[in-house]
T-cell receptor, first 114, second 115 residues
Framework: QQQVKQSPQSLIVQKGGISIINCAYE??????FPWYQQFPGKGPALLIA?????SEKKEGRFTISFNKSAKQFSLHIMDSQPGDSATYFC?????????????FGQGTILTVHP | GAGVSQTPSNKVTEKGKYVELRCDPI?????LYWYRQSLGQGPEFLIY????????DSGLPNDRFFAVRPEGSVSTLKIQRTERGDSAVYLC?????????????FGEGSRLTVL
């Protein structure tokens, strides 16, 4: 029940295209859903996060869509750029004092071809 | 430096040896987390400190793993009698927020290889 399932494992898109990564969770206590970006040899860095009181959040080219009833959320990267090539992780936590106790998905390796 | 600092960046040890990994969080951050990331996987939660005390150590895999934060700043993750399965990148993260939601800032990790 603690798992967060992420798909696809890898994704290749052309420059300017849309990248979409999906995640699903089981634990209904989760109420904080961040996405992290990780480059090789670096630690994960927060990209964007959402709480379940909204269905969508947009920051620049990055958008999270959230479906509470389906217990699914997704990351959309618009106008994908070669510099976006990295591993992306969705995550979830129960919030409150446990917000930093994140359960991560398995990751998606995104490659954006120029 | 302004970020989370972890040392060593790489550690190679032999099975059965003792290892210490150090984390220096962002100044003023009260919350500190340890995660473990195996190759090709997402990070897994190990332990969380709020100040000097371990608020949640439910992710520590067994009693060979121990972590301290004696002065509420630097933390050390200690692994006794290392096993080959302990090989992973150990990530530290800190946060300024007292549990009300906010960004975790990760270090670059300490890569542990147990031969």
């Amino acid at each position: 029940q603690q798992q967060v399932k992420q798909s696809p494992q890898s994704l290749i898109v052309q420059k300017g295209g849309i990248s979409i990564i999906n995640c699903a969770y089981e634990n209904t206590a989760f109420d904080y859903f961040p996405w992290y970006q990780q480059f090789p040899g670096k630690g994960p860095a927060l990209l964007i996060a959402i709480r379940p009181d909204v269905s969508e959040k947009k920051e620049g080219r990055f958008t999270i869509s959230f479906n509470k009833s389906a217990k699914q959320f997704s990351l959309h990267i618009m106008d994908s750029q070669p510099g976006d090539s990295a591993t992306y992780f969705c995550a979830a936590s129960a919030g409150g004092t446990s917000y930093g106790k994140l359960t991560f998905g398995q990751g998606t390796i995104l490659t954006v071809h120029p | 430096g302004a970020g989370v600092s972890q040392t060593p960046s790489n550690k190679v040890t032999e099975k059965g040896k003792y290892v210490e990994l150090r984390c220096d969080p962002i100044s003023g951050h009260t919350a500190l987390y340890w995660y473990r990331q195996s190759l090709g996987q997402g990070p897994e939660f190990l332990i969380y400190f709020q100040g000097t005390g371990a608020a949640d150590d439910s992710g520590l895999p067994n009693d060979r793993f121990f972590a301290v934060r004696p002065e509420g700043s630097v933390s050390t993750l200690k692994i006794q009698r290392t096993e080959r399965g302990d090989s992973a990148v150990y990530l530290c993260a800190s946060s300024s927020n007292r549990g009300l939601g906010g960004e975790l800032f990760f270090g670059e990790g300490s890569r542990l290889t147990v031969l």
